[in-house]
């Protein structure tokens, strides 16, 4: 077999049956794929160990796209279901994909108290600043003054700053990256699968059809590279004050800390009652004189 025959690596993570992939040409979701199974092959994950989750939305389409169990459940409520999972069965890898819109709009609330929670899962947010599947509602991350179909003369509103909410809600890994970091986003990947806790990325990615052409943006190619331009290292911004960071997009790690995690407490306390409870029965087995 020649080179060109051989077959792409990231076939082997997904369901070929399926492909192409539904997203518009030029989506940056094709490029989160390709580093989500970047990670999946560097790490030998096991598949038959891992569960994907989502809500609704584009970048929620992305867990039917490969070769393992996963849940598409409904908007808003991927963590919520992610949460069942992962306290169900603490061994499994739980990994969320979700949307701007759906883990801090309709979701916002379970995002919060997953972190606060710090359960053990990895949360990758394609964040693209907008509602993409439903035509281009704005969204709580579309930065002021930028236009959606439900906000024809510019956003009104401030964005969220993603990775500081969840970082204050307590996550133990935040990062965020772009799709034109392809590289890093994988090993933020990998070292957010590795944390034992709430591990939440951001990727900021291209809708080009529901967000670049409503704000004037002629190419999918031009949006991409306002992206890449935009981004500014974590430690670059230190030294900028918040007029030099209007419209920047500030990339890097943000958090990686070890803390309690949420599966573990829970199955602490049912090992310690369990053993409460046997020593109570045999209390009062003896005192019946039962053996
Ligand atoms: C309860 C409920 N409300 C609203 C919708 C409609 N809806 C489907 S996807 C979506 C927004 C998706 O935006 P986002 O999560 O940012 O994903 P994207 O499509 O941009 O990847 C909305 C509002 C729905 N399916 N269910």
């Not at 890898?93 to 972190?115: E, K, P």
């Amino acid at each position: 077999m020649t080179d060109a025959n051989k077959e792409h690596f990231a076939l082997k993570y997904l369901r070929k049956d399926r492909l192409p992939l539904m997203f518009c040409s030029g989506c940056g979701i094709g490029t989160v794929i390709n580093s989500a199974c970047k990670t999946f092959d560097k790490i030998e994950l096991n598949m038959k160990d891992t569960v994907l989750v989502s809500g609704i939305g584009c970048s929620s389409r992305i867990p039917g796209y490969f070769e393992c169990d996963s849940i598409h459940t409904t908007h808003g409520r991927a963590l919520a279901f992610a949460t069942g999972l992962k306290t169900f069965n603490p061994d499994l890898n739980v990994i969320v994909f979700t949307g701007d819109g759906d883990c801090s709009a309709i979701g916002g609330n379970h995002l919060i108290h997953a972190c606060r929670r710090n359960i053990d899962m990895t949360v990758i947010c394609i964040n693209n600043n907008t509602y993409g599947m439903t035509g281009g509602q704005y969204s709580p991350t579309t930065p002021s003054g930028k236009k959606g179909t439900t906000a024809p003369y510019g956003n009104p509103e401030r964005p969220f700053d993603l990775c500081k909410l969840v970082e204050a809600a307590g996550a133990s890994y935040v990062a965020r990256w772009t799709t034109t970091h392809p590289i890093q986003l994988a090993r933020a990947i990998e070292k957010g699968m590795n944390t034992k806790g709430f591990a939440f990325i951001e990727v900021v990615a291209q809708c080009h059809t529901n967000y670049g052409r409503i704000n004037g943006v002629k190419t999918n190619i031009e949006l991409v590279e306002i992206i890449k331009n935009s981004s500014i290292s974590i430690n670059k911004a230190k030294n900028m004050n918040e007029e030099e960071l209007n419209e920047k997009v500030i990339i890097g790690e943000f958090v990686n800390k070890e803390q309690p995690e949420y599966t573990e407490q829970i199955y602490n306390i049912i090992e310690q009652e369990s053993v409460l409870n046997k020593e109570e029965e045999n209390e009062e087995n003896k005192k019946e004189g039962k053996k």
